[in-house]
T-cell receptor
Framework: DVKVTQSSRYLVKRTGEKVFLECVQD?????MFWYRQDPGLGLRLIYF???????EKGDIPEGYSVSREKKERFSLILESASTNQTSMYLC?????????FGPGTRLTVL | KNEVEQSPQNLTAQEGEFITINCSYS?????LHWLQQHPGGGIVSLFM???GKKKHGRLIATINIQEKHSSLHITASHPRDSAVYIC??????????????FGKGTHLIIQP
C-alpha cells in the first residue's frame, strides 16, 4: 500500500524558531511536493523536487527552504518561523500522473 | 495560466440525496484528481481521471475532455460523506514535475 508520512500531525512553535517538517514516502517516487493549505486560498505549492538534491520553487517559496538528500525524504524548513506561516502543510509524492498525499501537519506559530 | 473553478462552494443536503459537485478548467490537462478532506484531516485521493468515468462504491467521477469539465457524484449520501471535496488538475508538461492546480474546494454537509 502506498504511503506518505509526515513527522508530526500537530506542531506549535514560537516566532523566530527554525522549524523542520519531514516527509517520507516508501514508493521510490522521484517527484515530491510541499503545499500549504489556508482557508479561502486552498492549496498552494511551496516547493517541489524531481530528484535527489534537486529542487524547484513553487508559487509561494518565500520564507521556506527544502532539502532532499535521499530519494524517500523531502524536508521543508522554516528558517525563522513567523505567525503568517501558521497553516496546514501537506506533503505529496507522484508517480507519472498519480499524486499521493501525506496526512498533513498543522503548524501553529505563536 | 490554468484556472480551476469548482461549484458549488458550499452544499448542505439531506441524507440519501444524490450529490453533484462540478469542476471546470481552462487549459489542456493530462489528468484530473478528485480529493477528499474530512474536518481536521489529511487529504485522500478519491479518483484520478484522464478520460471517461470511474466508480468506487457510491462515488462516481466523470470527465469530458472536450468541454474541460468534470463532475463528482455521490449516490445515497450519508453524514460520513461530509467533507471538503477538491478538484485538482495536472497540466500537460513534459517533465511531469509541476505541481497540481487546485480548485478552492466544495464544502459538503450531509444532515441526518
Amino acid at each position: 500500500d502506498v504511503k506518505v508520512t509526515q513527522s508530526s500531525r500537530y506542531l506549535v512553535k514560537r516566532t523566530g524558531e527554525k522549524v523542520f517538517l519531514e516527509c517520507v514516502q516508501d514508493m521510490d517516487h522521484e517527484n515530491m511536493f510541499w503545499y500549504r493549505q489556508d482557508p479561502g486560498l486552498g492549496l498552494r505549492l511551496i516547493y517541489f523536487s524531481y530528484d535527489v538534491k534537486m529542487k524547484e520553487k513553487g508559487d509561494i517559496p518565500e520564507g521556506y527552504s527544502v532539502s532532499r538528500e535521499k530519494k524517500e525524504r523531502f524536508s521543508l524548513i522554516l528558517e525563522s518561523a513567523s505567525t503568517n506561516q501558521t497553516s496546514m502543510y501537506l506533503c505529496a509524492s507522484r508517480l507519472v500522473n498519480e499524486q499521493f498525499f501525506g496526512p498533513g501537519t498543522r503548524l501553529t506559530v505563536l | 495560466k490554468n484556472e480551476v473553478e469548482q461549484s458549488p462552494q458550499n452544499l448542505t443536503a439531506q441524507e440519501g440525496e444524490f450529490i453533484t459537485i462540478n469542476c471546470s478548467y481552462s487549459v489542456g490537462i493530462s489528468a484530473l484528481h478528485w480529493l477528499q478532506q474530512h474536518p481536521g484531516g489529511g487529504i485522500v485521493s478519491l479518483f484520478m481521471l484522464s478520460s471517461g468515468k470511474k466508480k468506487h462504491g457510491r462515488l462516481i467521477a466523470t470527465i469530458n475532455i472536450q468541454e474541460k469539465h468534470s463532475s463528482l457524484h455521490i449516490t445515497a449520501s450519508h453524514p460520513r460523506d461530509s467533507a471538503v471535496y477538491i478538484c485538482a488538475v495536472l497540466m500537460y508538461s513534459g517533465g511531469g514535475a509541476d505541481g497540481l492546480t487546485f480548485g478552492k474546494g466544495t464544502h459538503l454537509i450531509i444532515q441526518p
